[in-house]
Each structure stands twice: as structure tokens, then as C-alpha cells.
């Protein structure tokens, strides 16, 4: 008991409780924002690492599930616009971060449809459908940045508008 006691004081006066506190605390919290990011709770996660200013590499870990934050929800717009698609020439890949339009000829309305919706869904510029319209298949391959998509395009008169609505996380927003 006695051991303890000069423990405690010894502890205390080489300020040891100030380092459990400012160690053991922010430990608990920084380990309970890695959890919330692995129940994919990014929102309440980004919060907890903004509190811990600093602490290990939290700043490290926020921009990390910033990054994680911003492809959820853009794979959520995309599920989204995929689901409004219409023609079966419309394909979602199977990591479910792209569309690919691929009409099968200029008189493809649906095809036409599902670009015109996903480019709503994902609340792109309406100037994009319009400057995909003007392009003759002279142009070759199109390809413009909004967000965090890249959408390249050509079109054909034989085969039609093709387009491809593609996540890429090396954007910034």
C-alpha cells in the first residue's frame, strides 16, 4: 500500500497524471474515431478527429476519411443514377463507380435519356449534354472534369453517343 502511495506522489509530482491525462484520453477518443470510420460513420468520425487536434496522426487519419466520405457519397449518386437509367445498352461497373452509355446509333432515345438523367443525378452542368451534342465523329474522344468525375464521350453516326461517367478520387473538390 505504502508503494503505491510514493507511486501516486511520484507520479503526480513529475506531472505523470498531466501525461495520463493528455495520453491515455485522447488514446480512448482516437480509438473510438477509428471505429466510427470502420462503421462508416464519416460524418460523426471527421468530427472526432477534429477534436483530437493533432493527436497521433489524426490529422493524417481526417483528410484519409474526408477522401472516404466524399467516394461514398459519390457512389451513392452514381447507384442513384444508374437506377434511373432506362436503356438496356446503360451498364454500371461492377466496383460501382462508373457508367458506360453505349448506344446503338443516333436514333437511341433511351441511351439518350440516361445521359441526360445522369448528368442531372450527378449534378453536373447542363452545358455538358450540350457540348456532347455538337461533337461529330471527327472530334474523336471528348473528355471533361466536374467534381470529382471524369466523363469521356464520342459519337458516331453508325454507332451513336458513347459515354463513360467515371469516380476518380485524384480530384479535388
Not at 510514493?6 to 474515431?33: E, R
Request: charged share 25%; aromatic share 12%; proline share 2%.
Amino acid at each position: 500500500m505504502i508503494v503505491m502511495i510514493v507511486f501516486a506522489a511520484l507520479l503526480f509530482a513529475t506531472g505523470g497524471f498531466l501525461s495520463f491525462k493528455y495520453y491515455f484520453i485522447p488514446l480512448g477518443n482516437y480509438n473510438a474515431a477509428n471505429d466510427l470510420v470502420d462503421n462508416r460513420k464519416y460524418d460523426e468520425a471527421i468530427e472526432e478527429f477534429k477534436k483530437l487536434d493533432g493527436f497521433k496522426n489524426s490529422k493524417a487519419k481526417l483528410v484519409a476519411v474526408k477522401e472516404k466520405q466524399k467516394e461514398k457519397i459519390a457512389i451513392e449518386k452514381i447507384s442513384h443514377a444508374y437506377a434511373l437509367c432506362v436503356s438496356d445498352t446503360t451498364k454500371m461497373a461492377t466496383d460501382k463507380k462508373s457508367i458506360t452509355v453505349d448506344s446503338f446509333g443516333k436514333y437511341d432515345l433511351a441511351s439518350l435519356m440516361d445521359v441526360e438523367t445522369i448528368i442531372s443525378t450527378l449534378e453536373l452542368p447542363d452545358s455538358l449534354y450540350d457540348e456532347m451534342c455538337a461533337t461529330n465523329a471527327l472530334m474523336g474522344r471528348q473528355r471533361e472534369t466536374y467534381d470529382n468525375f471524369d466523363i469521356s464521350w464520342s459519337y458516331h453516326p453508325d454507332s451513336g453517343l458513347d459515354v463513360i461517367f467515371k469516380y476518380n478520387k485524384n480530384i479535388e473538390l
